[in-house]
C-alpha cells in the first residue's frame, strides 16, 4: 500500500499510546507542500524545519525523527545542523543520501513535471537557479561531472562533506543513538537504488555501484558514519517492494521499535 503522513501519524499514535506526534509540513497547505516537495531552496526548508522543531515545547527533551523518501536526506540536515533539541534515532525510509542519478518515474501523477525536470536535470543540475529552485537538483549527483558535483552542490555535497570537512557536522551526526536506513528492493523511483544505504555509483562512469563501506566519505570517515557502524548505531534494513511501498506489519515490526 501507498502511504500518507495522516496515515503513518496515526498508527504510531495508535501502537504508542500518549506518544506526540508531530507531522513537518512546509509550506502552510498541502499544496504548498506538494509544490515545495518539487520547487523551493532545501537549505532554508531545513531552517524552516530546525526552527519549528526548537519552538516546539514537547520536543525539548530529544526526539526521534522519521523521513519518508527526499525528506531522510532533508532530515539528517536536520540533525548535521540543529542539534537542539535533539534528535535520538533518525529512520530514513527509502531516502536518498548520496543524492540521485536518474527519476525514472515521479510518485503519484506529477508525470508532466517529471519530464520536464529531468530534462533540466540532465542539462543543467547545478546551474545557480536550478541549485536554488528545483528541489531534485539539489540532491542531483552526477558521477560524470564530479567537480561540478562538488562545486556547485549547495545542498547534496555540503551535508555529506564533499567540499571540506565540517567537525560540527561530524559530531552532530555522531550525537544519533542510531541512524536506521531502508531499502526498497524492487525500487523503480530512485535511481540507484544503493543511495538508500548511502551507497553511490563509483565517481567517472554510470555502471558500477559502492557501498557506503567502500566510499571514500567512509574510509576518511569525513562524516563519522565509520566510527557510528562500529559503535553498532547504523541499522541497514530492506524489504520487498516498490518506493514507499511496505506492509503495515512490517513497519510495525522493524520500524516502530526505533519510535519507543
Not at 496515526?10 to 513537518?24: A, C, D, N, R, T
Not at 527519476?103 to 506529477?110: D, F, T, W
Not at 555522531?174 to 531499502?183: A, D, G, P, R, Y
Not at 563519522?224 to 514507499?244: N, Q, R, S, Y
Request: hydrophobic content about 40%; glycine content about 8%.
Amino acid at each position: 500500500w501507498t502511504i500518507s503522513m495522516g496515515y503513518i501519524k496515526k498508527m504510531i499514535e495508535q501502537e504508542i499510546p500518549g506518544v506526540y506526534v508531530l507531522s513537518v509540513m512546509i509550506g502552510k497547505n498541502i499544496v504548498e507542500d506538494t509544490e515545495n516537495g518539487f520547487f523551493s531552496d532545501v537549505n532554508e526548508q531545513v531552517s524552516m524545519v530546525c526552527n519549528q522543531l526548537a519552538q516546539d515545547p514537547k520536543l525539548k527533551g530529544g526526539y526521534n525523527a522519521m523521513g519518508f523518501s527526499q525528506g531522510a536526506q532533508f532530515l539528517r540536515a536536520v540533525a548535521q545542523r540543529c542539534p537542539s533539541p535533539p534528535m535520538k534515532n533518525l529512520i530514513s525510509v527509502g531516502g536518498q543520501h548520496q543524492g540521485v542519478y536518474g527519476l525514472p518515474r515521479c510518485p503519484g501523477e506529477s508525470s508532466k513535471i517529471c519530464d520536464m525536470i529531468r530534462e533540466a536535470l540532465n542539462k543543467e543540475a547545478y546551474l545557480g537557479w536550478f541549485q536554488k529552485h528545483l528541489v531534485q537538483a539539489q540532491y542531483w549527483h552526477d558521477p560524470l561531472n564530479d567537480d561540478l558535483y562538488k562545486k556547485y552542490s549547495r545542498f547534496l555535497a555540503d551535508i555529506n562533506q564533499e567540499r571540506a570537512v565540517n567537525e560540527t557536522y561530524k559530531k552532530n551526526l555522531q550525537q544519533l543513538e542510531k541512524f536506521v536506513m531502508v531499502k526498497f528492493l524492487q525500487d523503480s523511483v530512485v535511481d540507484p537504488v544503493d543511495t538508500e544505504w548511502f551507497g553511490f555509483l563509483k565517481t567517472g562512469q554510470a555502471k558500477e555501484t559502492e557501498t557506503l563501506q567502500e566510499s571514500v566519505l567512509y574510509k576518511e570517515d569525513r562524516l563519522g558514519l565509520a566510527a557510528m557502524d562500529k559503535a553498532g548505531k547504523l541499522v541497514f534494513l530492506a524489504t520487498e517492494g516498490d518506493h514507499l511501498q511496505f506492509k503495515e506489519e512490517w513497519f510495525k515490526a522493524n520500524l516502530l521499535p526505533y519510535l519507543h
